[in-house]
């Protein structure tokens, strides 16, 4: 759970309701709903989207439940490739058995898409629980520093261990990632060995197929409700405040000579 979220009523039942109904590899995540950081006072109830993410493992809402599966129903769980960040329900003994975050992580990012390709391979499953709702602070920028280079740097451990074949795609999409030092990452190799997880071709095959095709066409053609149009404006927004800082960023820690960067 993460801090800037204020729960609804009964947020918790329908998640632990549909947590002990699972195979114990469920991750599950509450549906979001927008509470603007322009006034803590307004509550937006936020449509229902399935996560994504683009090839340099940066999250995105990719589509709807209806858009993908004609016979869903809502309020119904349903299926998403990843989870958009740190909240979510797991029960805590497949947490540890499935190997946590990967600690050579530092500070920031990457940890959720590593997790998602984690679980969905290596036996588990994840899905958005709509009768779960949790107010989330959208805000335009975080309120705490963020190294953008530590933020490349875990997706590249995330696409090390996980990206198989398709890791040159990896590169393709963030171009800085190749020349980074991302440490080991032999102990998560042995982990997924250990778990005995499935390939990216079975990820992309039957859990994430729109990841090689037409990525945004899922969501398009379903109409916008304001609270659905705020909540793509606001992931536009963070996404073009990223990248800036992010460019400028890899400029001077990729810039400098190896001996001032070590
Ligand atoms: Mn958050």
């Given at each position: 759970m993460e801090p800037h979220c204020v729960v609804g009523r009964q947020w918790l039942e329908p998640l632990l309701q549909r947590l002990s109904e699972s195979p114990p590899g469920t991750v599950l995540m509450p549906t979001l709903d927008i509470i603007p950081e322009s006034d803590f006072g307004a509550y937006h109830i936020a449509q229902q989207f399935i996560g994504g993410f683009d090839w340099t493992l940066k999250f995105n809402w990719m589509g709807r439940p209806g858009a993908r599966n004609a016979s869903y129903q809502h309020p119904d769980p349903y299926p998403t490739p990843v989870l958009s960040g740190g909240i979510f329900a797991i029960w805590r003994e497949h947490w540890e058995r499935a190997g946590?975050?990967?600690?050579?992580?530092?500070?920031?990012?990457g940890e959720h898409i590593e997790m998602s390709l984690r679980t969905w391979r290596c036996g588990g499953r994840i899905e958005i629980v709509p009768c779960s709702r949790i107010g989330h602070l959208f805000r335009s920028r975080n309120p705490y520093s963020v190294d953008v280079a530590e933020v490349l740097r875990n997706e590249k451990r995330a696409a090390l261990v996980?990206?198989?074949?398709?890791l040159e795609r990896f590169y393709a999409a963030a171009?800085?990632?190749?020349?980074?030092?991302?440490?080991?990452?032999e102990e998560r190799l042995r982990l997924r060995a250990a778990l005995g997880c499935r390939s990216m071709g079975w990820y992309t095959e039957h859990v994430y197929p729109e990841l090689l095709g037409?990525?945004?066409?899922?969501?398009?053609?379903e109409p916008w409700t304001p609270a659905g149009a705020l909540a793509l404006a606001l992931g536009a927004l963070t996404g073009l405040l990223w990248l800036r800082p992010l460019a400028a960023k890899l400029q001077r820690v990729l810039g400098k000579p190896r001996s001032e960067r070590d």
């Open positions: 946590t975050y990967d600690e050579g992580m530092n500070e920031w990012g996980w990206l198989d074949e398709h171009p800085p990632a190749r020349g980074l030092d991302a440490g080991s990452v037409e990525q945004r066409a899922a969501g398009s053609p």
